[in-house]
């Protein structure tokens, strides 16, 4: 089954440390995005890469980090310097411009 | 930057018709997309317009004015499994997908 899967689904970490959320595809589609979603909000976009070994900076990319060395794979480092971390993390990915983007299940991740 | 407005809540009754309506100001221009999404859900595609005028799904019908920078989502026969939020996403110039806010409908009987 093609799809694209994010884990865990939900994440604890204490205040000050790093962690990096996992998100595969196999749908073979060359875009990849990541969004944070606030409780009540809409997605902001953090970073997005259009090829392997290439990225960019979303709206919000600010104590987070992602790198791009596989095409399947697109995981995100949310750093000690992400001042407000808690928050409901959607992976996505597309063919091409024009298309639908495909969405994980996410992982909401919680620090204390 | 960009910028895409939609209505933060509506209220509907089941049966009846309701529209979410969109604007938006981006730096370029491939499309507009609408999600839905329920709550502690990822969003699940429901509409594409890159094309001026109506483009219809069965219950779900979306509109699109390029020149006005506008959109809306038309859902019919509401019914209360349509209580979600409904996010208008405009894909740019540099293939990046911006998203609203997000429109949550609530539907009473």
């Known amino acids: 089954d093609g799809g694209i899967t994010q884990s865990p689904k939900y994440l604890f970490r204490k205040e000050g440390q790093n962690v990096t959320l996992s998100c595969e595809q196999n749908?073979?589609?060359?875009?990849m995005y990541w969004y944070r979603q606030d409780p009540g909000q809409g997605l902001r976009l953090i970073y997005y890469?259009?090829?392997?070994?290439?990225?960019q900076k979303g709206d919000i990319a600010e104590g987070y980090s992602v790198s791009r060395e596989k095409k399947e794979s697109f995981p995100l480092t949310v750093t000690s310097a992400q001042k407000n971390p808690t928050a409901f993390y959607l992976c996505?990915?597309?063919?091409?411009?024009?298309?639908?983007?495909?969405f994980g299940q996410g992982t909401r991740l919680t620090v204390v | 930057g960009q910028n895409i407005d939609q209505p933060t809540e509506m209220t509907a009754t089941e049966g009846a018709i309701v529209q979410i309506n969109c604007t938006y100001q981006?730096?370029?221009?491939?499309?507009l997309f609408w999600y839905q999404q329920h709550a502690g859900e990822a969003p699940t595609f429901l509409s594409y317009?890159?094309?001026?005028g109506l483009e219809e799904k069965g219950r779900f019908s979306s509109f699109l004015s390029r020149s006005k920078g506008y959109s809306y989502l038309l859902l019919k026969e509401l019914q209360m499994k349509d209580s979600a939020s409904y996010l208008c996403a405009v894909q740019t110039g540099a293939n990046n997908l911006f998203f609203g806010t997000g429109t949550r409908l609530t539907v009473i009987p």
């Open positions: 317009n890159v094309l001026d």
């Open positions: 996505a990915s597309s063919p091409t411009r024009e298309t639908e983007a495909f």
């Open positions: 890469s259009q090829i392997v070994n290439d990225f």
């Open positions: 981006t730096s370029g221009f491939n499309g």
């Open positions: 749908l073979n589609h060359d875009a």
